[in-house]
């Protein structure tokens, strides 16, 4: 472990997946020790799913790296017992089971929270441990589709899109991490440990706060729209004579410098362009005049113009463009690992810069199953 | 202001339009007093995006509810003083200013710190307050594009595809509330203020975990998949008679429920598809033999079986739908407000559920520019 805000602390982590083990992921990135509660045999079901290079599973190990493992079967007497000692010791529990599991288990929030006054509890499921729904099985393409996100992502003509990423599992993952630390707030200063109750649907309404807003504002039901913001004009991509080119002009006075940059500096002055309100009614001959324009040269030349002008702007790159880009090695948003196996690997890094705190530019390898039984063990006294 | 683990703090908010407004609206939900400091005038810029009804800036509101406004400004020395006896008595404060803004205001962090030792201070930006792009100008829109994410969101035939929310904004007021937290807990266990660092395009990368992984690990450029994923199998939309169906089946066991529920449990043994692995080598096999079944009845006939069968699944909901689950309503994520000129509207709730502290039903609607500066003056004995 590392120092951090949340250095001394311990969290017993029985996640498995996604967004558990990217919350305890940025958990450990703050400081904490996350020690890993895996079924024996199979362990976290990432541990399934690919690419694996030599035999290792690239997915689990990107996201469970600064993490201890021990496998327990918690149905088993003796590894409960061992268990139990982990939480008399930890500051907080997180789990993404099912709600009702850790009840059958024995081990609810009740019951833990009248045995371990001090542990907090952190739970992070599809729908929440309230309500109708909360039973219900879900993954994180589940909750896309439910939730309305896949709705309003894609072009208008194409086939549904998920966002590109594990939007609700990291979502809920990241909400999750911000209430564990309010969490912990609320412990230095009351003493009092709580419950955390994160729900992937939850966090995706939040997260569609803007078409739910417009929606209950207006009626307007939001819709697949390709690059373009519903409220915000010019900001979208604009082909050019190579690829393409976003250009994002969140207010008047940036338009401006924008219409000078393509040489049309009248268009900052045309009543119908005058204001974004003006740009928005008019987006779809805004957007054919700048197109015009651009579409003349490549994205490198009109990247250096909007440099020069001031004009938020940026290729659309791919992944392997996006890692060259130097903000990330300078922020170290790359660093090291060595896999025992596989050898020297490199993982994405800590976007929770917290100066005063390093910011390592390496990382304990992900561990195997069971990995860190005996020195737990020991630790416990019961080795 | 509520009750909750961040009650008494003072947050004082110099953000405009997304990111850092997103950070402050969670940190208020957590309890703490927000108080918006906006230039005279026009105020934050979101004020000025649509949809308005009747005149009232929706956008603006949605995120803005339950803080105070002032106006202030800061190159007036009446107006500083104001806003140093603000700083004064705050915990915290938030930006999302270009870098240097502030250090040319003369509130740069060590000036605040040497002055205000105790005040947390939190900035979000596009690429951070480190590294060769620092000074860059940033929104959204360029930060999704420059980070890789639109180069995997889509289908491979249609144009660029923004995600239908603005995720690097969302996102890096998410992560800024996380680590805003952790410096609160830090403060709270040693009294040390910190500075608290989020960068749009830091928070994009760690959201693009997986897909860089893959890229580190494999060579492998992630692309534009439509809703299918690219290391679990079958874990997509299908189409059905009516619409589409999205099924997640995210570990064997699940598919093998998913292969009797469409009446072809020897899908489950066909070599091809045994392991999720193997199901990712087959997929537009795979894609096709389900699809074949689906086809054949609406989308609620399979939600109903797949439900029946505990297969996790969803159908494609625009926002309207998405609204309508009874989880929207169980979890309290639409909340009442009143404003002064529309009366009764709907915002967003909470999806920090803490248990113990109340999820209110209602929201102080977002303020008017300056409309609390009396109460916070007589506050400040300078009324």
């Known amino acids: 472990m590392r120092k951090g805000p949340l250095s001394g602390f311990t969290v017993v982590d029985l996640t498995r997946v996604l967004a558990g083990p990217y919350c305890t992921m940025l958990l450990a990135e703050l400081g ?33 790296r600064d993490k201890e493992s021990i496998a327990l079967d918690l149905h088993e007497p003796g590894d409960r017992e061992i268990f139990e000692a982990m939480l008399a010791k930890a500051d907080m529990v997180v789990e993404n089971f099912r709600p009702g599991v ?80 309010a969490a912990f707030v609320h412990r230095e200063r009351t003493g009092e440990a709580t419950k955390v109750d994160i729900a992937m649907l939850d966090c995706l309404v939040s997260m569609l706060e803007n ?49 000078g940059a393509i040489g049309q500096p009248e268009l900052a002055d045309d009543p119908r362009f005058r204001t974004n309100s003006d740009r928005v009614a008019h987006s779809d001959l805004l957007h054919d005049l700048i197109e015009a324009v651009v579409l003349n040269e490549t994205t490198t030349h009109w990247l250096e113009i909007m440099q020069r002008a001031g004009v938020p702007a940026g290729p659309i790159n791919n992944i392997e463009q996006a890692l060259q880009h130097p903000q990330v090695a300078a922020r170290n948003m790359l660093v090291d690992t060595v896999d025992p196996v596989i050898g020297p690997l490199k993982l994405v890094g800590n976007p929770l810069k917290i100066w005063g705190f390093e910011d390592p530019t390496s990382r304990r390898c992900a561990p195997d199953l069971d990995q860190d039984r005996e020195s737990i063990l020991a630790e416990l006294g019961m080795g």
Chains 1, 2 share one sequence.
């Open 32 to 64: 904490a020790r996350v020690i890993k509660v895996e079924p024996p045999g199979r362990g976290d079901d990432a541990r399934q799913y690919g690419p694996f290079i030599q035999g290792r599973p690239c997915y689990f190990g990107s996201i469970n």
């Open 102 to 181: 850790m009840e059958r288990l024995g081990y609810g929030w009740e019951t833990l929270h009248a045995r371990y006054p001090k542990l907090i509890y952190v739970a992070c499921s599809g729908y929440g441990h309230t309500g109708p729904s909360m039973m219900e099985p879900s993954y994180d393409m589940a909750i896309q589709a439910i939730s309305g996100i896949m709705s309003i992502t894609g072009t208008e003509d194409s086939e549904p899109s998920r966002v590109g990423i594990s939007i609700a599992d990291i979502g809920a993952g990241v909400y999750a991490a911000t209430a564990a630390n």
């Open 211 to 259: 078409p739910i807003t417009r929606y209950v504002m207006t009626g307007e039901i939001g819709r697949r729209r390709g690059s373009r913001h519903p409220s915000i004009m010019p900001f979208e991509a604009f082909r050019t004579s190579d690829s393409y080119i976003v250009l994002a002009c969140g207010n008047d006075k940036i338009f401006k410098l924008l219409s």
